[in-house]
C-alpha cells in the first residue's frame, strides 16, 4: 500500500532563521498542532511531525516541515485510526474528511506565505 502526502515546496528557500522556525512553530499551535514523534509507516522511520486530532473521533490531521539545503517541503495528510482502518496515510485529495484536509492546507499556505517573506519574517509573528 502506497502511504501519501500532499506537499508545497517553497523554492528557492531564503535563509531560514531561528525567527522563521519560531513563527511557524506559533501559527501550528495557535491552529491546535501538537509536536509529536510520529513514525512514518513508509520508510519506517521516526519523525518530528505535527499533529491535530486524535485520529479516531477526529480524522488525525499532521503537517511536517523539512528543511532542505535549497527548499523547505511543507507536507501534510491525514490519517484514520486503527479501529476504523488499517490506518493509512492519506493525502489532501479526495472527499473523505474534506473540511479537516481543507483546514490543513490553509494551515501550510500560512507557513508557505511566511517563508516567502524571506529574511524579513518579523520577530514574534
Not at 10 to 39: R, W
Not at 53 to 64: F, V
Amino acid at each position: 500500500m502506497r502511504h501519501l502526502r500532499t506537499s508545497i515546496a517553497v523554492v528557492p528557500l531564503p535563509p531560514m532563521t531561528e525567527a522563521f522556525h519560531e513563527a511557524a512553530k506559533a501559527i501550528l499551535i495557535s491552529e491546535k498542532f501538537k509536536e509529536i514523534h510520529y513514525k512514518n509507516p513508509e520508510t519506517n522511520q521516526d519523525e518530528i511531525v505535527w499533529k491535530r486530532g486524535d485520529g479516531y473521533i477526529m480524522l488525525g490531521q499532521y503537517i511536517k516541515l523539512d528543511y532542505q539545503p535549497t527548499q523547505l517541503v511543507i507536507s501534510g495528510w491525514t490519517r484514520a485510526g486503527k479501529i476504523l482502518f488499517s490506518n493509512p496515510e492519506n493525502d489532501l485529495d479526495g472527499l473523505y474528511g474534506f473540511a479537516a484536509k481543507d483546514a490543513i492546507r490553509k494551515v501550510m499556505y500560512k507557513i508557505a506565505a511566511l517563508a516567502q517573506q524571506g529574511p524579513q519574517v518579523p520577530q514574534g509573528q
